[in-house]
């Protein structure tokens, strides 16, 4: 079997088939990179989920917390509570809407 010829010879190096060959590479790693899924953006939803989440629980603790305070100081037993925690609340529900209203890359150079 090795003293058979193969059945066509190959074929000399051509400039035409290497600029093809080139342009075929290219194209694969253009949709390669097209297709690769973009850790970014999911990294980036998963932070401000938890920025959401850090807003909300730190408002309303943080108004609790305040709120209390004042009820102590001032002897004002239930009004300082409810006041805090109505305040907190805005003010979380603020932060978030503030944020959500920012386009991404702007959200970035916020950290």
Not at 39 to 50: L, T, V
Not at 85 to 92: E, K
Request: aromatic residues 6%.
């Amino acid at each position: 079997m090795s003293d058979e010829k193969p059945a066509r010879e190959p074929i000399a190096e051509d400039a035409r088939i290497d600029a093809l060959e080139e342009r075929l590479r290219a194209a694969r790693e253009r949709e390669n990179e097209r297709n690769r899924p973009k850790a970014s953006g999911a990294d980036a939803n998963y932070r401000s989920g938890n920025r959401v989440l850090a807003d909300l629980l730190g408002g309303i603790l943080g108004g609790l917390v305040l709120g209390w305070l004042v009820d102590v100081v001032a002897g004002i037993s239930p009004w300082g509570l409810l006041a805090g925690l109505f305040l907190g609340i805005v003010v979380a529900f603020r932060n978030i809407f503030r944020m959500a209203n920012t386009r991404p890359e702007d959200s970035s150079q916020e950290d």
